[in-house]
């Protein structure tokens, strides 16, 4: 463009050639550079290109190397869920499990609990009922010193009867004989009655049945003897003038 200029302002021949030669260098010198940097940047473009194809490559080995890592991981994670899989399902085995054994034992500490107070209660009713037998025993006890007593009054009335004149029995002594008899037979069968309701009573609490001396047992468990209230001295068989010992002749009867 100087070029061009000068060439448009002068007409000198001389200045024309400079101009023109200023001019060809100018355009050699821009051809040059214009080759010098095609030649750059055609080799930047291959070392681009170069690059570009080496980290393709790169990328594509990174991808298949993800792929086959994201294949290993479907994998082991496959196999984790069906290790998780069989691991609930021993768990949920266990739980059951679990819960059977706890209601067995639940089961067997009532049972335990049903069983202590069922010994409990049998001890308290062996007590109750060695109670009542002690009870019974001593109520037969004073029964029997109360009958041994009655005895030795009897054997000393009749001792003080044999010692006094004897006299002549009458009906009326008779009859108070009797009825003093049937007064004793009264008293014993009443405190009879007292020891077998007592016994009774305590056999109750102890949640048993007692059983009753008219059935066949007395209050130790024994046979008894069947009652006979109507035990009468025939004193009608007798004479008149003879003196009669009342305890002797019901143990005769007897």
Same mark, same amino acid.
């Given at each position: 463009?100087?070029? %061009?200029?000068?060439?448009?302002?002068?007409?000198?021949?001389?200045?024309? =050639?400079?101009?023109?030669?200023?001019?060809?260098?100018?355009?050699?010198?821009?051809?040059?550079?214009?080759?010098?940097?095609?030649?750059?940047?055609?080799?930047?473009?291959?070392?681009?290109?170069?690059?570009?194809?080496?980290?393709?490559?790169?990328?594509?080995?990174?991808?298949?190397?993800?792929?086959?890592?994201?294949?290993?991981?479907?994998?082991?994670?496959?196999?984790?869920?069906?290790?998780?899989?069989?691991?609930?399902?021993?768990?949920?085995?266990?739980?059951?499990?679990?819960?059977?054994?706890?209601?067995?034992?639940?089961?067997?500490?009532?049972? *335990?609990?049903?069983?202590s *107070?069922?010994?409990?209660?049998?001890?308290?009713?062996?007590?109750?009922e060695?109670?009542?037998?002690?009870?019974?025993?001593?109520?037969a006890?004073?029964?029997?010193?109360?009958?041994?007593e009655?005895?030795?009054?009897?054997?000393a009335? =009749?001792?003080?009867?044999?010692?006094?004149?004897?006299?002549?029995?009458?009906?009326?002594?008779?009859?108070?004989?009797?009825?003093?008899?049937?007064?004793?037979?009264k008293?014993?069968?009443?405190?009879?009655?007292?020891?077998?309701?007592?016994?009774?009573v305590?056999?109750?609490?102890?949640?048993?049945?007692?059983?009753?001396?008219?059935?066949?047992?007395?209050?130790?468990?024994?046979?008894?003897?069947?009652?006979?209230?109507?035990?009468? *001295?025939?004193?009608?068989?007798?004479?008149?003038?003879?003196?009669?010992?009342?305890?002797?002749?019901?143990?005769?009867? %007897?």
């Amino acid at each position: 463009m100087l070029c %061009a200029a000068v060439a448009a302002l002068t007409d000198d021949p001389r200045l024309l =050639r400079v101009a023109v030669g200023c001019a060809a260098l100018a355009a050699l010198a821009a051809a040059v550079l214009l080759r010098v940097r095609d030649r750059a940047a055609a080799y930047e473009l291959e070392t681009e290109q170069a690059a570009r194809s080496r980290s393709e490559s790169t990328s594509a080995q990174r991808i298949s190397g993800l792929e086959a890592e994201s294949e290993v991981a479907e994998a082991t994670r496959g196999r984790l869920e069906r290790q998780l899989a069989r691991q609930r399902d021993e768990l949920a085995a266990g739980a059951a499990e679990l819960r059977r054994v706890r209601a067995e034992t639940v089961k067997l500490r009532g049972e *335990v609990d049903r069983l202590s *107070v069922d010994h409990v209660a049998a001890l308290q009713g062996r007590a109750e009922e060695a109670a009542a037998r002690r009870a019974a025993e001593a109520e037969a006890e004073r029964l029997a010193a109360v009958a041994a007593e009655a005895v030795e009054a009897a054997e000393a009335a =009749r001792a003080a009867v044999a010692a006094e004149p004897r006299v002549m029995p009458t009906p009326e002594l008779y009859l108070r004989a009797y009825n003093a008899l049937r007064a004793l037979e009264k008293r014993g069968a009443e405190q009879a009655e007292h020891v077998e309701r007592v016994a009774r009573v305590e056999l109750r609490k102890a949640g048993e049945v007692s059983v009753d001396a008219s059935e066949g047992f007395d209050y130790f468990g024994e046979p008894a003897p069947a009652r006979d209230h109507d035990e009468v *001295v025939d004193l009608t068989a007798h004479d008149e003038t003879e003196t009669l010992n009342v305890v002797s002749l019901r143990r005769e009867h %007897a």
